[in-house]
Nanobody, 120 residues
């Protein structure tokens, strides 16, 4: 089984920084794309950022210039550095990854989510 465990969420004042981490564990052979999504109550989950195994990145327009995604392939971990946070960034943040288990094919996995709250 593969698990994605997020950490680093919390309460922060507007303008402040926060860094999220997501560590993948289990019988992992390789990980392709890793990314972050967020969701607020009553709305669909939305894409925030992603990074491939080779280091290419993609961002939602709403976070470009403020958020940075990066990964440590040796630790099977992806990070989301969030700067200049705004109250509209308040949401549950979910980690997502395409993982290939040993003797298996790629499957998509989600973490359990971590709450980020930004006060004005």
């Amino acid at each position: 089984q593969v698990q994605l465990v997020e950490s680093g969420g919390g309460l922060v004042q507007a303008g402040g920084p926060l860094r999220l981490s997501c560590a993948a564990s289990g019988s992992i052979r390789s990980i392709n794309t890793m990314g972050w999504y967020r969701q607020v109550p009553g709305k669909q989950r939305e894409f925030i950022a992603s990074t491939t195994a080779g280091g290419s990145t993609s961002y939602a327009d709403s976070v470009k210039g403020r958020f940075t995604i990066y990964r440590d392939n040796a630790k099977n971990t992806v990070y989301l550095q969030m700067n200049n946070l705004e109250p509209d960034d308040t949401a549950v943040y979910y980690c997502n990854a395409d993982v290939r288990r040993i003797m298996s094919t790629y499957r998509n996995y989600w973490g359990q989510g971590t709450q980020v709250s930004v006060s004005s």
